[in-house]
């Protein structure tokens, strides 16, 4: 999932100075996730610009509903097409892509080109939960965790060596840029030693090829996802999860 | 590896003779002159002399320009630093066949501290190479006259290649596993990070074991309380001995410009007695001095070690 955290509110105000009229779109997938695009997200920042003076128009999208997947959320888009073209701004609380990918409908499918602004700053692709997510992989496109004990050495080593740690490793391993994070290379230093691949480590891994990573990447599946798997999404809300197995089961 | 000899330093190490390397610190100028002076007062006490590069992620003179000029003004052999952290791949190749085209004769590859720890921390860290994957960049380039792709380069660089070890690592075993990686990427010589306790060399040269690559020991005497402090705070992988660190703090307090500088002497070579005594002792091929800006404190220490 994408993690977000909120933008400050005066830098959002900053980009809406002179225009009066705002729409603030929400986004029903990892933005609702981490609270920066769900429902209660929307009804908080129109509150916010309603004291600032502002005439705003809520669009929240339902759960599963993602600012990004815009055969879904176009449907949004085009039911409240009379707000978006007597609108001076589009607000929309989603990841960079959500935004861009609203923008870029909006212009060339509906014919309305807006002011559009970020309203979060996306913090990468990340994992664990329920509290707590690590940022583990930047969808290199060349996956190395096969010679790396499988930990990304791009994205959990601080510097991305192919070949760490680098000299600055603190007491307790802890990385040289941040004393709160572990090590990457330490780590898997210790993974190979208990998988018994040490020679791995020792053995020179060649530079990581960035031109699989040639940006922007376009990309294509054969079969789309369609509107039906929606209906298959609500009814696993519905699904009831046991009781945890004990640890020691 | 190649035979050939290019530089001084690389001719004492192939020799067999004891080494002494100092350190120039080019800075936020639009000149090199205070390192050139530096390096005349060097000439003769050390065989070649590292510039920096950017270090601790400060911006500072270029450091392949800083080691041409001291170089040519000064007659003293550089070893040019090359960090991994503020150029691609593209860019540390040109910088190697430009170190080559201006006839500098060593490089130490680095993968360097991270942009953030210095003073331009919004600056996009590169890390396209690291130092092992640079020092096997500068070999195929030097040996083999092929560049990544394997074009071929006329007239390849000829210079030698250097890399660094981090004996007070926190995981010596894993930062042991990286040397011995460098040394199959073809490293020609070490150097060490400073080292104040002989235990931790000990127990590096312990971990390496027998190597056929020559390792050059560093050691700081600090010409200042400052300078030893900092050391201890913010270079990560160094601790300074307490009393080190306190007999020096104390002369801070000499008002007399002549009588400080005599009991700063007098500190560093009382601590350095000991462990230059027992360096002796070790496989280390010579000793890097990282006295920046404190050339008179070579010519008593390296007496210790006749
Ligand atoms: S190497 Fe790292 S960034 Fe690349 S795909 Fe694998 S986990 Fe992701
Ligand atoms: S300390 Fe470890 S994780 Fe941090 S930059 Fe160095 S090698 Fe990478």
Same mark, same amino acid.
């Given at each position: 999932?994408?993690?977000?955290?909120?933008?400050?509110?005066?830098?959002?105000?900053?980009?809406?100075? *002179?225009?009066?009229?705002?729409?603030?779109?929400?986004?029903?997938?990892?933005?609702?996730?981490?609270?920066? *695009?769900?429902?209660?997200?929307?009804?908080?920042?129109?509150?916010?610009?309603?004291?600032?003076?502002?005439?705003?128009?809520?669009?929240?999208?339902?759960?599963?509903?993602?600012?990004?997947?815009?055969?879904?959320?176009?449907?949004?888009?085009?039911?409240?097409?009379?707000?978006?073209?007597?609108?001076?701004?589009?607000?929309?609380?989603?990841?960079?892509?959500?935004?861009?990918?609203?923008?870029?409908?909006?212009?060339?499918?509906?014919?309305?080109?807006?002011?559009?602004?970020?309203?979060?700053?996306?913090?990468?692709?990340?994992?664990?939960?329920?509290?707590?997510?690590?940022?583990?992989?930047?969808?290199?496109?060349?996956?190395?965790?096969?010679?790396?004990?499988?930990?990304?050495?791009?994205?959990?080593? *601080?510097?991305?060596?192919?070949?760490?740690?680098? *000299?600055?490793?603190?007491?307790?391993?802890?990385?040289?840029?941040?004393?709160?994070?572990?090590?990457?290379?330490?780590?898997?230093?210790?993974?190979?030693?208990?998988?018994?691949?040490?020679?791995?480590?020792?053995?020179?891994?060649?530079?990581?090829?960035?031109?699989?990573?040639?940006?922007?990447?376009?990309?294509?599946?054969?079969?789309?996802?369609?509107?039906?798997?929606?209906?298959?999404?609500?009814?696993?809300?519905?699904?009831?999860?046991?009781?945890?197995?004990?640890?020691?089961? | 590896?190649?035979?050939?000899?290019?530089?001084?330093?690389?001719?004492?190490?192939?020799?067999?003779?004891?080494?002494?390397?100092?350190?120039?610190?080019?800075?936020?100028?639009?000149?090199?002159?205070?390192?050139?002076?530096?390096?005349?007062?060097?000439?003769?006490?050390?065989?070649?002399?590292?510039?920096?590069?950017?270090?601790?992620?400060?911006?500072?003179?270029?450091?392949?320009?800083?080691?041409?000029?001291?170089?040519?003004?000064?007659?003293?052999?550089?070893?040019?630093?090359?960090?991994?952290?503020?150029?691609?791949?593209?860019?540390?190749?040109?910088?190697?066949?430009?170190?080559?085209?201006?006839?500098?004769?060593?490089?130490?590859?680095?993968?360097?501290?991270?942009?953030?720890?210095?003073?331009?921390?919004?600056?996009?860290?590169?890390?396209?190479?690291?130092?092992?994957?640079?020092?096997?960049?500068?070999?195929?380039?030097?040996?083999?006259?092929?560049?990544?792709?394997?074009?071929?380069?006329?007239?390849?660089?000829?210079?030698?290649?250097?890399?660094?070890?981090?004996?007070?690592?926190?995981?010596?075993?894993?930062?042991?596993?990286?040397?011995?990686?460098?040394?199959?990427?073809?490293?020609?010589?070490?150097?060490?990070?400073?080292?104040?306790?002989?235990?931790?060399?000990?127990?590096?040269?312990?971990?390496?074991?027998?190597?056929?690559?020559?390792?050059?020991?560093?050691?700081?005497?600090?010409?200042?309380?400052?300078?030893?402090?900092?050391?201890?705070?913010?270079?990560?992988?160094?601790?300074?001995?307490?009393?080190?660190?306190?007999?020096?703090?104390?002369?801070?307090?000499?008002?007399?410009?002549?009588?400080?500088?005599?009991?700063?002497?007098?500190?560093?070579?009382?601590?350095?007695?000991?462990?230059?005594?027992?360096?002796?002792?070790?496989?280390?091929?010579?000793?890097?001095?990282?006295?920046?800006?404190?050339?008179?404190?070579?010519?008593?220490?390296?007496?210790?070690?006749?």
């Amino acid at each position: 999932m994408i993690a977000q955290e909120k933008k400050p509110m005066e830098e959002i105000l900053g980009y809406l100075e *002179g225009k009066q009229k705002v729409v603030v779109m929400g986004c029903g997938g990892c933005a609702t996730f981490y609270h920066t *695009g769900d429902t209660k997200a929307v009804n908080e920042m129109a509150a916010n610009l309603t004291k600032e003076g502002k005439d705003v128009f809520k669009m929240p999208l339902p759960f599963s509903i993602q600012a990004c997947d815009i055969e879904k959320s176009g449907v949004w888009l085009e039911k409240n097409r009379k707000e978006l073209e007597n609108r001076d701004a589009l607000l929309v609380l989603s990841c960079g892509d959500g935004v861009q990918v609203v923008t870029e409908y909006m212009d060339e499918k509906m014919g309305i080109t807006k002011s559009v602004i970020p309203a979060n700053d996306a913090l990468g692709l990340v994992g664990g939960g329920p509290k707590k997510f690590k940022e583990t992989c930047q969808s290199c496109g060349m996956c190395e965790l096969g010679k790396t004990a499988g930990i990304c050495p791009l994205t959990s080593c *601080g510097k991305g060596l192919m070949n760490g740690p680098c *000299g600055g490793v603190r007491v307790d391993n802890k990385c040289e840029i941040d004393e709160k994070k572990d090590c990457a290379w330490v780590k898997i230093y210790e993974r190979m030693e208990k998988l018994g691949e040490l020679d791995k480590f020792i053995s020179i891994r060649s530079p990581h090829e960035w031109s699989k990573a040639a940006r922007p990447r376009l990309f294509e599946i054969e079969e789309p996802v369609g509107m039906d798997v929606i209906g298959a999404m609500k009814g696993m809300l519905t699904v009831k999860f046991g009781p945890k197995p004990k640890l020691d089961e | 590896m190649g035979d050939e000899i290019y530089s001084d330093l690389m001719r004492e190490l192939k020799e067999g003779k004891y080494v002494f390397t100092g350190e120039l610190e080019p800075e936020k100028a639009g000149d090199v002159n205070e390192p050139i002076e530096m390096a005349k007062e060097l000439v003769g006490m050390v065989v070649a002399c590292n510039v920096t590069d950017n270090p601790q992620s400060f911006a500072y003179v270029n450091s392949m320009a800083a080691s041409y000029l001291i170089q040519k003004e000064a007659g003293m052999e550089c070893v040019y630093q090359l960090r991994c952290s503020d150029r691609n791949r593209m860019a540390l190749l040109s910088d190697v066949l430009g170190a080559g085209a201006l006839g500098l004769k060593n490089i130490l590859a680095l993968a360097g501290d991270h942009v953030s720890l210095g003073d331009t921390p919004d600056a996009k860290p590169v890390f396209d190479l690291d130092s092992t994957t640079l020092i096997q960049l500068i070999r195929t380039m030097v040996d083999e006259g092929k560049d990544l792709g394997g074009k071929e380069i006329h007239n390849p660089p000829k210079l030698h290649v250097g890399g660094a070890a981090a004996p007070g690592a926190a995981h010596l075993k894993a930062e042991v596993g990286k040397v011995k990686r460098k040394i199959n990427a073809g490293v020609e010589y070490l150097q060490t990070q400073v080292v104040y306790y002989t235990d931790v060399l000990d127990k590096f040269f312990d971990e390496l074991g027998k190597v056929d690559v020559p390792i050059l020991v560093g050691i700081f005497p600090a010409r200042t309380f400052g300078q030893a402090d900092f050391f201890d705070k913010y270079v990560a992988g160094v601790d300074v001995p307490p009393d080190y660190l306190e007999a020096m703090r104390a002369t801070k307090a000499i008002k007399d410009k002549e009588k400080k500088k005599e009991e700063v002497d007098r500190v560093n070579i009382e601590f350095f007695t000991g462990f230059l005594e027992h360096l002796k002792g070790t496989p280390a091929a010579g000793c890097h001095m990282m006295a920046v800006g404190y050339p008179r404190i070579i010519p008593p220490l390296k007496k210790l070690m006749e």
